[in-house]
């Protein structure tokens, strides 16, 4: 079904909605909270979250022509909601290794608080993003949107798990240097 006609269920509050949802998207949804989570169960009821969660913002929102990028976005808040909230009881590797690879390009002194600041971030490093080859894109946003593991990386890419190390390396130095020159405390 298309996404379009799908999001005229919701609109709708067509319970279908929901079930054409989980047929077109599920198994991503699934695959999305399980490569951060490693958990199956936990996968299926962030998913399962995902699905409630659109059903009630849809409507005000309608994103009749990015649905799948709407519903990973709010799989990938509600993953990162369960990860700080086991987080609370151990330590989560994922988030510790991938905030520790990325504090060596991230402005130190930044407030978050500060949403002017926030949006000029973001669209400093979308600039950033956009002048890398599709390849290193990919790589990037693969290991820090999507959490792949760097072996999950090698192996979509068919190379080496040291070439992805590197290249994420360079990335993340290239980056850096960028938000120095843009005047970010780094």
């Known amino acids: 079904m298309e996404d379009g006609r799908i999001v005229e269920l ?6 279908t909605a929901i079930k ?13 909270a399980y490569s951060a989570l490693k958990d199956r169960q936990a996968a299926e009821e962030i998913a399962n979250d995902v699905y409630l969660k659109a059903w009630n913002s849809i409507p005000p929102n309608e994103p009749a022509d990015h649905l799948l990028p709407y519903l990973l976005r ?3 808040q509600l993953t990162l909601n369960r990860i700080k909230r ?11 290794e991938l905030t520790h690879e990325m504090e060596e390009c991230i402005p130190s002194g930044y407030d978050m608080a500060g949403e002017l600041e926030a949006r ?15 390849e290193k894109r990919n790589v990037f946003v693969r290991r820090y949107w999507f959490f792949d593991s760097i072996p999950e990386i ?4 068919g190379c080496r798990e040291n070439r992805v190390k590197t290249m994420l390396y360079r990335i ?10 843009k005047g970010y405390n780094v």
């Open 20 to 32: 054409a949802t989980e047929e077109k998207y599920g198994a991503r949804l699934r695959g999305f």
């Open 86 to 96: 086991l987080s609370c009881v151990k330590r989560s590797a994922v988030l510790t």
């Open 154 to 157: 090698a192996e979509r890419l």
């Open 10 to 15: 919701y609109l709708k509050r067509d319970e």
């Open 172 to 181: 993340r130095s290239d980056l850096k240097t960028s938000l120095k020159n």
């Open 74 to 76: 709010i799989a990938r």
């Open 120 to 134: 000029e971030l973001k669209r400093e490093i979308d600039a950033f993003l956009s002048r890398l080859s599709e």
